[in-house]
């Protein structure tokens, strides 16, 4: 930790912010330099650098090492893989994960499961519980849903991962679903992470709304911590002042992330737009932007989807989809999977 | 719901949006422009509009009712009035919640208490249940500190409000507490916020970070339509691009929220701005903006505070805040509780 | 315009709102529903909605056709495709701008030029008129500079491309330049879009920082309505929360734009998000979303550059990114120009 | 500046940092710490700090001093207190401007400043020329409407302030006006903003949509470094993603402005909520806040208004504001002038 003290601090600014850092445990290196001095601060505690800021004369505070450490690079410098079945995502492969919103019948998932098998795809989502910004909205079909998913997968060899609400429903979904997903309001419910910090199954943490990266990969950190490896973020949209889609798709998360940290990041093109029509080119800009992996929302028949039928492809236009996708992945030195 | 068409909208296309919309149970209105089609929609179910923006020649499809009913002023003119022991919020009221961020020793607790309790407080606050960011940070003193808070707060003829973070903390809570806080992570935890609808006591939900005014009181609603009348708003600060305050304070959510709701709508200038000295300023425009209470981090010595503490106010400071409150909100036309 | 009515607003409320509307010259169509009444207003002029949305009894008011016409797919439902020397922008055709964000000599251009043209590049950029954050820094060569852009451009047969930054400076703009780019901070100076309205060359409209699309929208229908059909669009990064980018790169616009705009639409990915190692990522992204092409920065040095060098290309890496979204331009159906 | 290296850089890495800063004409002080080490950077010309974090094992740059000197309180610790006819700004006054958005009339004017003046107002403002988002709207009357409000301000003994929207506009301005005005939309106009720098009449300098403070200062900083030392800023909300109010109206900007600068702050709650009913809530509020003043508008009869009529309030609605903010600004210690 770095403090840069005002060029106006007087001799007793800084003693009184040495004595201050001192009493937490640290070891203070004073540097004066020709218009301010800045104080190096070594050991001591996890300290709210706000404290220090607030003290007569501190310009600013600095923080020196990242809050997240199992989720850096310098931690682990090559690319997690995480393989499931027969789905791999992150270093040099790209999984795709596809699927409907919600789980409405045994029907609908066989259905979508040949399908979406037949074109390639080796991970089927489907939600069992939905959260609904609506009280008076469908709510989801619960266990008879994972069962029914779990089912379809089993006959089509494909991984299912579905998404966890709440520490109660974790039991459930080990025993029906391969990945669990956490959804963007529930990235920092911290005590679900804490968790599924237990598990031993890969967890998706999807971005929160209005989440930095940095906060994003220290929700991961919580899972990591707990002693789970097996964790991949998703990006799906931030919200920003632009009223004509849903959220606005952060694709630059994917190189900035890559960066920071060792973990695959896949995009979820459905959610982020919101509308059919924008999927297929934000699946493409994904994947050519070095992506480790989609989540695309498909339903064999969206026109009679209980939820978000409005941003599901036809298995048809998937088809299309997958196809291309698949040509530009080669092109960025990805396997598709 | 009014379906807009295009300009150049077919016949073919009006016919298809009508049989579309009819298949769902609504009885449709056609209205020919000079410029475009108007369709009205009347009856049928909930449905997703982005269905019917999908459909060839629609151009916009508006809905014309609320998402929320019973937290809107349509549904109750009258402002709603909460009253807990002595403190009372909404209508002619402002109540005044103050404490520390975190319980921390009865020692804390009861130097706040008393010191709160002597300037005019009614309502003490403190954490019990910490969700911090990393998961390396103080996590809350749990059951020990409930009983800490309630013990002083009895003692000086104080009510409790404190933080629930989950479903299986809601017994626990209303054993200890007076008001149960939704925090701006929670805002869309849908299971809590319908658990919360079936206990009697009020529950204040804070605005999510990235929440429309829109989301939020269909955060309310949630808890409302479960059958719990007790819930009041609290706006903490929205995630902006400005990095100099933690959050950027929305006071001007307070005269739209009371405008479209019945609900007492408060303010927490602490967390928004993360700065003890941006507090007061923030506290008085508040209350001139017409507020019906506030919540501020007070700590008997915020310098040895665990959590926070450079966002609390000390005791003598917050004298002096509330007694410019007290003018301001005479002014206004209100009383402090 | 329709008018929707609060569901409990009186006949008086109505009657109210029908003279208001009838005084503006417009007729009313009233439309009674089991909720609500709905006014339609057909004729009348301009009306600020807001006039109409503050008196008693209205709930909403929502316009029904475009702020914009020129610029919509409706006025115009083919592709605008510029042709400027062999560069192409729009329809099939991707056309790649490259080059210095500034012109800083001429051995710096010639050397830059010579480059970009063996890699296939037909426009070259540069800035002679720099808008700098703070009034210390270098602002640009002016017309020395642009003397030195086209005798380069020239002699390897380029496209220019350079910035406007005032009325003033459009006749000395249109003497050395070829397309005249006005950047984000002035994409709202009324002004000199009306000028760049009388001129008879292509205009570049990069979107403001915070502009929304269809701000971006009625800024290129400013310079159309002059008379100058020759404009395209630049996304260039929005302003959001994230601090880890310069600016969020909303690729999501470019599907958007090209549903609502005949309008060809490009990505700058250089200033979006203002460093080197995540401008190929970008550029692919881009490419694969389906833009009408790219505005790249590439110094022969970038490590010397005066401006920007961060964000600028080697022109080895430039040559390798090229040959990549060549193959990916191919997939989405686009040749690069 | 601080260069922080990564925990893992090398020997090398170090090495080749010092080496680039010292070509740039910057001693180095390299302070090896347990875990990672930093480099203290002084003298040096201005360099974009991008450039160094590009380099191998560089984690972060941090800039330890401001970008703006003749802005910052460090500069001139004293309020600037600006004094314009009777009007003050600054210190322990808050100077209050009211008017019509756009001058229409001498009528109109007249009657404005007749009753504004009985009020107690000191300073009228009105549009000449007006920025208006669409090509097909009115664009204010020119020099004949400077002239009008000239006439009836000197009748009434008031200052006069209106918008400069380009250089050309200055030499009629200065005729006319006492303040010029720079629209958000010119906040980073930095041609203009240097011109205004010559003059010899204060400038209030509108916050721009997306600006952060620190780059308002800086716009602030391009008038103070011409010479130029009459500057005083104006938040009017900024963009984020709540469709309620037009605009976010950033009241911590206030004392967090007064912190950093010197300079007066004011607020115009007309233009950040562009709803009438919400700008007495808003009045009070950014007085109870601290603030150096308001901008309001104010039209004798809004309903009849050329533009932004639904913001403005009539004369009857200001006269009960401005004798609430009177009580409340004595309660925050300013008067108003």
Known sequence: MLIIMQPQASEANIENVVSFIEKQ????????????????????????????????GVREVVKITSSYKLASRTFKPDDTVLEVKDA???????????GPCTIESEA?????????????????????????????????????????????????????ISEVMEIA??????????????????????????????INKPVLIKRGLSATIEEWLMSAEYVLSGG?????????????????????????AIPVVKKLSHLPVIV????????????????????AAGCDGLEIEVHPHPECAICDGAQSLTPDDFDK?????????????????
């Open 25 to 56: 445990g640290f070891t203070a290196h004073i540097s004066k330099g020709e218009v301010q001095t800045v104080i190096g601060c070594v050991g001591g505690k996890t300290i709210d650098k706000r404290n220090i800021e607030l003290l007569a």
């Open 88 to 98: 791999k995502f992150g270093g040099r492969y790209a999984g795709i994960i596809a």
């Open 108 to 160: 609908q998932m066989e259905e979508a499961a040949e399908k979406l098998a037949a074109i390639g795809v080796k991970t089927i989502r489907g939600g069992a519980f939905k959260p609904r910004t609506s009280p008076y909205s469908f709510q989801g079909m619960g266990e008879d849903g994972l069962k029914i998913i779990k089912k379809v997968a089993d006959k089509y060899g494909l991984a299912v």
């Open 169 to 198: 429903q974790i039991p459930l979904m080990e025993k029906y679903v391969d990945i669990l997903q956490v959804g963007a309001r529930n990235m920092q419910n911290f005590n679900l992470l804490k968790e599924l910090g237990q």
């Open 228 to 252: 789970n490896e097996q964790v991949m973020l998703c990006e799906r949209g931030i919200r920003t002042f632009e009223p004509m889609t849903r959220n606005t798709l952060d694709l630059s």
């Open 268 to 287: 979820d093109p459905s959610h982020a737009t919101g509308l059919r029509d924008k999927v297929a080119p934000m699946s493409k800009a994904a994947i």
């Open 321 to 337: 989809l997958y196809s291309d996708i698949n040509k530009i992945a080669e092109i960025v030195g990805k396997e598709l999977k």
